[in-house]
């Protein structure tokens, strides 16, 4: 087909492919500073400060976003190793990275080991009764403490400690007791 001057094709543009793009919230929040008073929500600045909580005696719990190797960890829960968070199976992780293991997906004898850059990692708020969870926000920041009720279905969900604190679920971070 032949067009003449004035007439032109028009053909339909692609669209743009969105899950290329990433989402990250941007924390402003500097090392030196005491985070319990900064909205951390959506990244772990508290996770590179070696003073805030005793690291090696527990694993903390993360969930994974959906931009970590397309997806494979989504709705899954992962726990730092320990001693070291920044030890992976290789030696030490790059900057900003966190070394993690997780029950493999269809074989819970296998674990599986990663090395995932923090910005795809929030903490993973405790779900039931005697969990321990690790508190990031508030005077209490940095402690751990055993869950006595978890209200997931108020609005805003809230965790009750065992020393009658209430404290908002996003406040908390599931923390699991390492082998000593």
Known sequence: MILGPFQH????QPRPQLYHLRWIKVCSVGFGLNFAN?????????LFDDS??????YHIC????????????????????????????E???SSGCVSVTVTAH???????RHVIPAEYLTAAPPRGKDQKCLILKGEMAGQVHCVKLCKTRQQPPMVI????????????CLVIEACT
């Open 9 to 12: 094709r028009i053909f339909p």
């Open 38 to 46: 900064y909205d951390t929500s959506g990244c772990i600045p508290w």
């Open 52 to 57: 805030f909580c005793r690291f090696a005696h």
């Open 62 to 89: 993360f969930n994974v976003g959906i931009g970590y190797n397309r997806g494979s960890l989504h709705k899954r829960v992962v726990r730092t190793t320990c001693p070291d968070r920044f030890l992976g199976p």
């Open 91 to 93: 030696g030490p992780v």
């Open 106 to 112: 269809r074989d819970s004898t296998r674990i599986e």
């Open 161 to 172: 400690l065992y020393n009658g604190t209430s404290l908002p679920l996003s406040d908390t």
